[in-house]
Nanobody, 125 residues
Framework: QVQLIESGGGLVQAGGSLRLSCFAS????????MGWFRQAPGKEREFVAS????????HYSDPVKGRFTISRDNGKNTMYLQMNSLKSEDTAVYYC??????????????????WGQGTQVTVSS
């Protein structure tokens, strides 16, 4: 089991930027596919972005494509989500998730094994 710790959430005005970080306590971090999900009040947890273990393959949901960038630094056991041009509809708790696999493009939350505690992102309009 991998412990995941998110940071970087906060309050930002519409059009602004935030960068989320997720540190993983994994001995072989590069063996884990990683992802970001988000959950707004009263809504289902939804896929935001995913990244392969090597970092060479990334995928995004349509609402964030072109505005968000997922990346990872395997030397630091850390994954990032750079969020630009934020909108009020991006307001949610953002969760980091991991699965030990070389599989790429994992969009289904039920396919992931480990989750962080979440970090709140609030975008004011």
């Amino acid at each position: 089991q991998v412990q995941l710790i998110e940071s970087g959430g906060g309050l930002v005005q519409a059009g602004g930027s935030l960068r989320l970080s997720c540190f993983a306590s994994a001995r072989t971090f590069s063996s884990y596919a990683m992802g970001w999900f988000r959950q707004a009040p009263g809504k289902e947890r939804e896929f935001v972005a995913s990244i392969s273990g090597s970092g060479g393959t990334t995928h995004y949901s349509d609402p964030v494509k072109g505005r968000f960038t997922i990346s990872r630094d395997n030397g630091k056991n850390t994954m990032y989500l750079q969020m630009n041009s934020l909108k009020s509809e991006d307001t949610a708790v953002y969760y980091c998730t991991a699965k030990r696999t070389y599989q790429e493009n994992i969009h289904d939350r039920y396919d992931y094994d480990d989750w962080g505690q979440g970090t709140q992102v609030t975008v004011s309009s």
